[in-house]
């Protein structure tokens, strides 16, 4: 192709080799199931991006005609970042359940407390069944440091309808939780616009 320096055109020669070969090669997987079952899902890890995919994936659901709920576990009640904006826009249910980031808490036992009434709250919306996917945002942190019991936790994940989707979000997710999981994303950093002494971004960031 005209127009392209060496390296450029030498790339897309090898790129398009191995695309005809994949094309030519695939096969479709067999024993694949069919229709609707309901999956956990858990994005961790230390990158940026595990709520935002969180949140596309409500948008996507949305768009499907399913009813969809978020949780924040760390996020306080009025929290106004841009995701919450959008979701009101749209009609979604949200609750913010934390009192902010915890490595700015004054009061680690409040903060534990706030955890642990947000889990009844959660549960009950998994028990009702009146959502098709539900986001417990920044979970992970109540269950690594012993606000909520995994056991229970375990227990009402495995009891919900077979047709309702969870995604939990969040650093550090317990091997339980990662075991259970239907999908796992660990989500890593390769660069942080941060480490450049680049602060947080409207609409990036929150």
Known sequence: MSGLDGATAARREA??????SARDNYRKAEGISRGRRGLLIVNTGNG??????????MMRAHGRG???????????????????????TLGLPHEG?????????????????????????????????????????????????GWVAWPEVEAVLRARDPQMHVVVTG?????????????V??????????????????GIEY
Do not use: C
């Open 185 to 202: 994303s660990e989500i890593q950093p390769v660069k942080h616009a941060y480490a450049a002494g680049i602060g947080a971004q409207t």
């Open 48 to 57: 940026k991006g595990k709520t935002t995919a969180a949140l596309g994936l």
């Open 97 to 145: 359940l934390g009192d902010g980031f915890t490595w700015r808490s004054r009061d680690l036992d409040n903060s534990a407390d706030m955890a642990a009434h947000g889990w009844l709250l959660a549960r009950a919306a998994i028990e009702a069944n009146e959502d098709d996917l539900i986001v417990l945002d920044e979970f992970t942190y109540p269950l690594k440091y």
């Open 171 to 183: 650093r550090d997710a317990l091997p339980e939780l990662i075991t259970l999981a239907d999908t």
């Open 15 to 20: 790129a398009m080799r191995e695309l005809r």
């Open 66 to 88: 399913l009813r969809t709920r978020m949780f924040q576990f760390l996020k306080h009640e009025g929290a106004r970042f841009g995701e919450h904006r959008t979701l009101d």
